[in-house]
């Protein structure tokens, strides 16, 4: 049988080319195969199959890494914010730490579907799956 881009027997990618550019589209929250179709169906819902080129993208589970990656840049920002910003006002204690989990908790979210993107993107490069 012929080997088309459009059949259902995906492998992983072809190990030509620079796997960055396959990584940023996961970060984009776009099929990393070919950059078209969506990945996330909702929040960090994985499509079944990309609507576009037909990969299937549910059965790739980056498990705990996205939050490991969200949580540290979100750390990291939060440590941030609060030196560059937050240093040297007269803020009660309480109200400072009242914003910062606010911030570190908005950061996380914002940071997590990215993540997960780029760990779906990883572990298809890398023809890792646990199927
Ligand atoms: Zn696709």
Same mark, same amino acid.
């Given at each position: 049988?012929?080997?088309?881009?459009?059949?259902? @027997?995906?492998g &992983? +990618?072809?190990?030509?080319?620079?796997? %960055? &550019?396959?990584?940023?589209?996961?970060?984009? $929250? =776009?099929?990393?195969?070919?950059?078209d179709?969506?990945?996330? =169906? /909702?929040? $960090?819902? +994985?499509?079944? #199959? *990309?609507?576009? *080129?037909?990969?299937?993208? @549910?059965?790739?589970?980056? @498990?705990?890494?996205?939050?490991?990656?969200?949580? !540290?840049i979100? /750390? #990291?920002?939060t440590?941030?914010? %609060? #030196?560059?910003v937050? %240093?040297? !006002?007269? $803020?009660?204690?309480?109200?400072?730490?009242?914003?910062?989990?606010?911030?570190? !908790?908005g950061? /996380?979210?914002?940071?997590?579907?990215p993540?997960?993107g780029?760990?779906?993107?990883?572990? %298809? /490069?890398?023809?890792?799956? @646990?199927?």
């Open positions: 049988m012929e080997n088309d881009s459009k059949s259902p @027997d995906f &992983p +990618p072809p190990q030509q080319g620079s796997i %960055w &550019p396959r990584l940023w589209r996961g970060i984009k $929250l =776009r099929c990393p195969r070919c950059g179709g969506k990945l996330f =169906r /909702a929040f $960090l819902k +994985p499509v079944e #199959h *990309c609507s576009d *080129c037909n990969q299937p993208w @549910d059965s790739i589970r980056a @498990d705990l890494a996205p939050a490991w990656a969200a949580m !540290t979100s /750390a #990291h920002l440590v941030a914010i %609060w #030196h560059f937050f %240093w040297g !006002t007269n $803020l009660p204690s309480w109200q400072l730490i009242i914003y910062l989990c606010v911030i570190a !908790t950061i /996380a979210l914002a940071a997590l579907p993540m997960k780029l760990f779906m993107a990883i572990i %298809w /490069a890398k023809g890792t799956t @646990d199927s």
